[in-house]
């Protein structure tokens, strides 16, 4: 039995007449880039999420990018984040020539402890950039309440947390702005890279519109009155809105969402919440078979929906454990081995530190297989392994 961490082709069959349909009908129409598609995802996931706005982009890496400088984080600013996540979370916040500042993560829901939070705040201080870890969603009144009391900005890292629930709110509607990745793999993903930001903010809002297309168009104009004070907008005198594009404000970048990509994603998104339900089943299956063994389950909150992009286990021979994972035709891997701080890319922007939890949780975590698609059987195989290789 070969059984993947991830199993893209299995989610693909499941709905496979409709996601091609929606592909063959974009290819069919010859309008490729920024089309109907995107207007109406944009509408769907905002709804979704239950915020405002939400502005489409290349990738969860460009999202963040985007919404930092939409936000107005600048050279020299500090943005405070986890030291264990994905490298593009730090990378976006040097990119615009701010600094990352680490905050070690909590040992119950591996995502950034706010306790830790107000230590770190200096007058440099412009945002907080909490990650909804593994599907997770973290600790967010507590993090608003800070960002409240020191007059700061607050972005979600929700790239593996679409549909992630906090307190009743979903993730994308819990700070300032949000940004979200749908890579293949993530719990809604397209067939290629994509990305969006979401918020409540107009400004922001039109501001990110504006930076994905080169600071051109009718957003970067209004961006660029906001930003010069400016409330009134007279676009007939300061814009040809039949040639929107070649009217730059703002200094941007390219970074367009897809139209395949998003007609694909309209389809997937009807699925997401039967998605989510099947990997929660998943991970309580795991959970209630490895109760009284050597494992650490991922801990499930009264407050919040984990959605479970990932289902993590830690455990003191965690190297042992995967190869014998590996051995079994089981794919595992952990989610991640290198905290940010330790990142030769990293080390000459980040001031040094201890971060003991991100340093452990690197060392004795990883993931296996939890995909909608996963059948018991499966399932019962990979808890056979864990259980036989984990005493």
Known sequence: MKINLMDIKRQHQEHADEYEQAALDVLRSGNYIMGENVKAFEKEFAEYCGVKYAVSCGNG????????????????????????????????????????????????????????????????????????????????????????????????????????????????????????????????????????????????????????????????????????????????????????KYYNFLVGQNSRLDELQAAILRKKLLHLDDFIKRRREHAAYYSKALEGTSYVVPKEFDDRVNTYYLYVLRHENAAEIKKALKENGIGTGTYYPVPLNEQKALTDIVAAGDYPVSKKMAEQTFAIPVFPELTKEEQDFVIDVLKKSGK
């Open 61 to 244: 890496t460009d999202a963040l990018h985007i919404a930092l400088r939409a936000m107005g984080v600048k050279p020299g600013d500090e943005v405070i984040t986890t030291p264990f996540t994905f490298f593009a979370t730090a990378e976006a916040v040097a990119s615009v020539g701010a600094v990352p500042v680490f905050v070690d993560v909590s040992p119950d829901s591996y995502c950034i402890d706010p306790s830790k939070i107000e230590e770190v705040i200096t007058p440099k201080t412009k945002a907080i950039l909490p990650v909804h870890f593994y599907g997770q969603p973290a600790e967010m009144d507590k993090i608003n309440e800070i960002a409240k009391k020191h007059g700061l900005l607050v972005l979600e890292d929700s790239a593996q947390a679409s549909g992630s629930v906090y307190k009743g709110k979903k993730t994308g509607n819990l700070g300032d702005a949000a940004c979200f990745s749908f890579f293949p793999t993530k719990t809604l993903g397209c067939d290629g890279d994509g990305g969006m930001i979401t918020t409540n903010n107009l400004e922001i809002a039109e501001a990110a519109r504006a930076i994905r297309v080169h600071g051109s168009g009718l957003s970067g104009l209004n961006t660029y009155n906001y930003l010069k004070g400016q409330k009134i907008l007279d676009e007939k005198k300061d814009i040809d809105l039949e040639q929107p």
